[in-house]
């Protein structure tokens, strides 16, 4: 018997810039439309995966809570995309959105999140157990080097 992972097939970063790159110059395609078509590709998969009562730690169990980390170039598009789809599945999402991108699409983005009452998170919760679901839209295929970690403090 295979294992699950032998059956899939992962495309590395510079294969995944080439597939963007010839879906915006000969497909025709705007990074919007790459976006939401990514965006509403993670929602699917998640809702497959937990949504309709598979899950569901949100008030009173009826919904499964979800956390869609985004970063600030388009794979967090991405997640600010999914987090939309995701919500008008019946899901509970909150965003955290750590450094917003000063894009006009990004924007909009946020602007649709706001006006559906989704909550942006300003700081992650010391325990992440309140949550059904994480998606990372944190860093894409152009991330390089490796991830730093700076834990920020209030004075209060």
Request: aromatic fraction near 8%; charge should be negative; charged fraction near 20%.
């Amino acid at each position: 018997m295979s294992s699950p992972s032998s059956s899939l097939k992962f495309l590395s970063a510079s294969e995944s810039q080439a597939i963007d790159e010839e879906l915006f110059s000969s497909g025709g395609f705007s990074v919007d439309q790459l976006m939401e078509l990514a965006g509403l590709s993670v929602a699917q998969a998640v809702w497959e995966e937990y949504g309709s009562g598979k899950c569901g730690s949100g008030e009173g169990g009826a919904s499964t809570t979800v956390l869609v980390l985004c970063g600030p170039g388009n794979n967090g598009g991405d997640g600010l995309v999914a987090a939309r789809h995701l919500t008008h599945f019946g899901m509970q999402c909150a965003v955290h959105y750590p450094k917003p991108t000063k894009r006009d699409l990004f924007d909009r983005l946020v602007l649709q999140l706001n006006n559906l009452h989704v909550p942006f998170v300003p700081d992650l919760p010391a325990s992440l157990e309140q949550y059904d679901v994480i998606v990372d839209a944190l860093f894409g295929f152009s991330f390089k080097g490796a991830p730093r970690y700076e834990r920020r403090r209030r004075r209060l």
